[in-house]
């Protein structure tokens, strides 16, 4: 057991619960530590920006970043909650896998599914990581996020079947159609062989991207007329969860306005699940 992160997290605890600012002194006896080890914990906090200095008299407080952190935890389960009956209808609907996923920098996370009851089907795990630009669900988040946002992946480009994009460019363009119809999609797997999928983002209450609900199964079962079928049912289940938290402009979601100057590509490209 790491007694100094035990003690770093007894010392967020402490600051969390406290309503004014704090000294060391003051924080070393309530805590039973020496002084230097909770200035040098203080310290460590600060250059990862959960706590600051108050002038003049060295007195210490928690920044909003403990808050954000939180708030993000909050929210996500909040959104689990939320999109759990439309998770269902659209499983009823399509007799594939669903999924509920976020973006976390370049990764997509499945923080919700709901089975296949086919026996052969998309094999995933709640909690379990993926490279957004490989997926359907992580290019639909993509797409209401801003053009430069797409550099981050520039060293993580790397191809993992044969229809993985492994430029930028052929990235822009998968987003750019994305926005243009509403949803991704992928006929053949880019990050693993033989899926087929579709996914849409959902919209919070200001319009913010909060996640993507997805639709996936092996591409022996589903084809381009499946997938432009579903694509209606998993548009209609990202408004209705995104209407629950409280997006009231639903009607952005068929044609999302594009971030860059750059037209839409006409033709069909390769895209995730």
């Known amino acids: 057991m790491d007694k100094a992160f035990i003690k770093g997290l007894r010392l967020l605890e402490t600051l969390a619960l406290s309503e004014q600012p704090r000294g060391v002194t003051d924080l070393a006896s309530e805590l039973k530590l020496t002084k230097s080890n909770v200035h040098r914990l203080l310290m460590t906090l600060q250059s990862q920006g959960y706590v600051r200095q108050i002038p003049p008299h060295s007195m210490y407080e928690l920044t909003t970043k403990i808050w954000a952190l939180g708030s993000h935890v909050i929210h996500r389960m909040d959104l689990i909650n939320v999109a759990r009956p439309a998770m269902m209808k659209l499983a009823e609907i399509t007799g594939e896998t669903i999924h509920l996923s976020v973006l976390e920098d370049t990764e997509v996370v499945y923080v919700d599914k709901i089975e296949s009851a086919h026996h052969i089907r998309a094999h995933t795990s709640v909690g379990m990581r993926a490279p957004a630009f490989t997926m359907a669900t992580g290019k639909a988040m993509l797409a209401h996020m801003p053009d430069d946002y797409l550099e981050r992946f520039r060293p993580h480009l790397r191809r993992y079947t044969e229809a993985t994009r492994t430029t930028i460019e052929e990235l822009r363009e998968d987003i750019e159609l994305a926005r243009a119809q509403g949803y991704s999609s992928v006929l053949h797997g880019e990050w693993r062989e033989g899926i087929a999928a579709c996914a849409c983002a959902i919209l919070g ?69």
């Open 205 to 273: 209450r200001s319009g913010e991207l909060v996640g993507a609900i997805g639709m996936s199964g092996p591409d022996t079962r589903i084809k381009r007329k499946q997938i432009k079928e579903y694509s209606v049912h998993v548009m209609e289940a990202a408004r209705t969860i995104g209407a629950a938290l409280g997006y009231s402009r639903p009607a952005a979601y068929p044609a999302i306005k594009s971030r860059s100057s750059d037209p839409a590509p006409s033709h069909q490209s390769r895209r995730a699940p």
